[in-house]
Structures are given as structure tokens and as C-alpha cells.
């Protein structure tokens, strides 16, 4: 996989995250299929955190010093830490493509960055810098799947309506 790449992907996905979230009642963003699983307000706080504190931020430090640590990232705690339940879900969706938007100028004003630049990660070895960016484009079609996935079950919970005419899901 290559830079630009990537780097498309991640200016596209923004648009798909901002046309599928956008709009959604506060019924559908505070949903949830079960108490373990996550709310379209929480994916929506996951991916703005993520943007900012993982892949930017660990990217940045990799290309600036290899040898110094990774900033610390908790984000299955993030979700009471941060009270994601509690938060504005359109301010947080607004925040989230705001520093999507910081990302792709980031990424865009590197000058002839070396993507096998690695970091030592402690547990999984080098991860070189196009590892890290190639995961961060994984990183959003997974969740992508994930508030396709909660769209739907939202729709089959609430619908009167059997869903199988649509096709198998």
C-alpha cells in the first residue's frame, strides 16, 4: 500500500462518515443493540479521540523521534473516563471531521517523509510508518462496518416491518 493511497482513502472516508452520521436523531445516535455494544454517539467519540491522540498524533512522534514512546491510548476506557454517553453528539461529529480535516493538512504538508521510518513497538516489533497509516484507513472501515451494522439493527429493532425482502444481512 502506498501513501497516496491511503492518504485518498482517508479524504473519502471523511465524507462517508459525515453523510451517514449526520442527521441522526438523538433516538439513533443513543441507541444501542446491547449494554456491551456501542452507541452511534459513542463510535462518534471513539473516532475523534482516535484522530487525534492515535494515528496523528503516533505518526508525528514516529516521523519526528523513532526511539521515543508512544503517547498512551486506553480507548475502551475512554468511554466512562470521557463520559461518551454524556457528550453533544453533533458538536463531537463536527469535532471529529474538524480534526479529520487537520490530518489530511498534516499529512499533506510532510516533505518527503520516510514511511519506512519504523517505531519498536514493545509488544508487536517495527511498525514502520506506512503500517501505521495503512491501519488508520483500516481503522475507519471498521468502524464504517460498525455504524452500517448499528444503522441497520436500529432500523430492524424499530421497524414493524420484516427486513427480508431486502436480502440476507
Known amino acids: 500500500m502506498n501513501y497516496y493511497y491511503c492518504f485518498q482513502a482517508l479524504y473519502e472516508n471523511k465524507q462517508v462518515f459525515k453523510t451517514l452520521l449526520w442527521g441522526a436523531s438523538e433516538a439513533e445516535y443513543r441507541w444501542k443493540p446491547t449494554t456491551e455494544k456501542w452507541s452511534l454517539l459513542e463510535v462518534v467519540c471513539h473516532l475523534y479521540d482516535e484522530e487525534r491522540e492515535d494515528f496523528r498524533a503516533r505518526l508525528k512522534s514516529t516521523f519526528e523521534d523513532p526511539s521515543k ?31 479529520r480535516d487537520t490530518s489530511l493538512s498534516w499529512l499533506e504538508s510532510l516533505q518527503s517523509p520516510n514511511w519506512d521510518t519504523p517505531y519498536v513497538h514493545p509488544k508487536v516489533g517495527a511498525v514502520p510508518a506506512i503500517r501505521l497509516l495503512s491501519n488508520w484507513v483500516a481503522h475507519d472501515y471498521l468502524h464504517l462496518r460498525q455504524i452500517i451494522r448499528l444503522k441497520y439493527e436500529f432500523l430492524e429493532a424499530h421497524s414493524n416491518e420484516p427486513l427480508d425482502y431486502a436480502g440476507a444481512w
Open 69 to 99: 514512546e508512544w503517547p498512551k491510548i486506553d480507548p475502551p476506557a475512554w468511554v466512562s473516563e470521557r463520559n461518551y454517553r454524556g457528550q453533544d453528539y453533533e458538536e463531537k461529529l463536527l469535532n471529529f471531521l474538524k480534526e
